[in-house]
C-alpha cells in the first residue's frame, strides 16, 4: 500500500512533535545526574564559602615562645567530630587570632595548645578580659610543659579570683557525655592524674586549662600519635563537652 504524500507529511510533523517533547523533559538518568551535578557544585560552593552563620572556631596565635601553631590536624577533626554528633552548624576550616586582632569578637570559642611559654602582655591581658567578660571562651590544652607557666599568667589575667580546680561533677564535665571521673587521661607525660583549671566569672567558666590529658592531640590524625580508637574517641567527646558548656551555659 502506498503512502500519500499528505500522510507523511502529518506522520513527520507529529514525530517532529514528540522528539521536541522528549528534548524538553528530561529522563530520569539525565534528571539524576543534573541533581548530581547541583549537588556537587553546592558542595564545592560550601567548601569554599561556608555558611556565615556557622560556629567558628579558632586557634589562638600567642606570644612566649611556645609552638602556638601545634597539631595542625587536630581543630579539623575534631570539628568534623562536632559536626557528625550534633545539631551545631559548624564550620569545619580552622581559623588563627591573635588577641589584638580586630576580629577577636567574631569566634565565642578559641583554642589554644602547645609546649612551653605562653604569655599575655598587659594589653593583650585587658582585651582578653574584655573578651571572657563579654562571654568568650578559652579553652588551652597542654601539650607539655605549660602547667606552672601558664597557671601564673591566669592568676595575672584576674587577679581578684582564684584559679580553680574543677570537680568531677561540674558541668563541664556532664554538658554533652558524662565523665564521673573528670576529663581522660589521653597521653602519660609525667604520669599524673588529669586536671581541668578555670577561671569563673559570676558562676561560668571562662578559662579552662586542661594538663595532663592532651586531648588536643587525641584530635590529631589518627597515624600521628597511634592513640587507639577508644582514646582518640574519649578525646573528642571531651571536647566536644568544653564545647558544649561554652555555647550553652
Known amino acids: 500500500m502506498r503512502i500519500k504524500l499528505s500522510q507523511t507529511l502529518v506522520f513527520l510533523t507529529l514525530l517532529?512533535?514528540?522528539?521536541?517533547?522528549?528534548?524538553?523533559?528530561?529522563?530520569?538518568?539525565?534528571?539524576?545526574?543534573?541533581?548530581?551535578?547541583a549537588n556537587y557544585q553546592q558542595n564545592q560552593q560550601n567548601r569554599y564559602h561556608p555558611d556565615p552563620s556557622a560556629l567558628k572556631v579558632a586557634r589562638l596565635h600567642y606570644s612566649g615562645g611556645g609552638d602556638w601553631y601545634w597539631g595542625s590536624s587536630?581543630?579539623?577533626?575534631?570539628?568534623k567530630f562536632v559536626r557528625d554528633n550534633t545539631d551545631f552548624p559548624v564550620d569545619?576550616?580552622?581559623?588563627?587570632v591573635?588577641?589584638?586582632?580586630?576580629?577577636?569578637?567574631?569566634?565565642?570559642?578559641?583554642?589554644?595548645?602547645?609546649?612551653?611559654?605562653?604569655?599575655?602582655?598587659?594589653?593583650?591581658?585587658?582585651?582578653?578580659?574584655?573578651?571572657?567578660?563579654?562571654?568568650?571562651?578559652?579553652?588551652?590544652?597542654?601539650?607539655?610543659?605549660?602547667?606552672?607557666?601558664?597557671?601564673?599568667?591566669?592568676?595575672?589575667?584576674?587577679?581578684?579570683?582564684?584559679?580553680?580546680?574543677?570537680?568531677?561533677?561540674?558541668?563541664?564535665?556532664?554538658?554533652?557525655?558524662?565523665?564521673p571521673n573528670g576529663p581522660p587521661k589521653i597521653h602519660e607525660h609525667d604520669g599524673l592524674p588529669p586536671r581541668g583549671y578555670a577561671i569563673v566569672v559570676n558562676g561560668r567558666v571562662v578559662l579552662y586549662f586542661l594538663v595532663e590529658s592532651d586531648i588536643g592531640d587525641?584530635?590529631?590524625d589518627e597515624q600521628v600519635h597511634s592513640d587507639p580508637p577508644e582514646k582518640r574517641d574519649a578525646a573528642f567527646r571531651m571536647g566536644l563537652n568544653i564545647l558544649a558548656y561554652a555555647l550553652l551555659y
Do not use: C
Not at 512533535?17 to 548530581?36: E, F, G, H, I, Y
Not at 569545619?92 to 588563627?96: G, K, L, N, P, V
Open 92 to 96: 569545619t576550616i580552622e581559623r588563627q
Open 98 to 179: 591573635r588577641i589584638t586582632d580586630p576580629e577577636l569578637f567574631q569566634f565565642p570559642f578559641l583554642f589554644a595548645t602547645g609546649h612551653g611559654v605562653i604569655s599575655f602582655s598587659p594589653e593583650e591581658q585587658e582585651r582578653l578580659r574584655q573578651y571572657l567578660m563579654a562571654g568568650g571562651f578559652l579553652f588551652i590544652n597542654d601539650s607539655y610543659g605549660m602547667d606552672k607557666t601558664f597557671r601564673r599568667e591566669m592568676a595575672d589575667l584576674f587577679p581578684e579570683r582564684e584559679v580553680v580546680e574543677l570537680p568531677f561533677d561540674h558541668k563541664i564535665y556532664h554538658s554533652f557525655y558524662d565523665f
Open 218 to 220: 587525641g584530635w590529631e
Open 16 to 37: 517532529s512533535a514528540a522528539l521536541v517533547v522528549t528534548a524538553q523533559t528530561p529522563s530520569p538518568l539525565r534528571q539524576m545526574r543534573t541533581q548530581q551535578d
Open 74 to 79: 587536630a581543630i579539623p577533626n575534631f570539628l
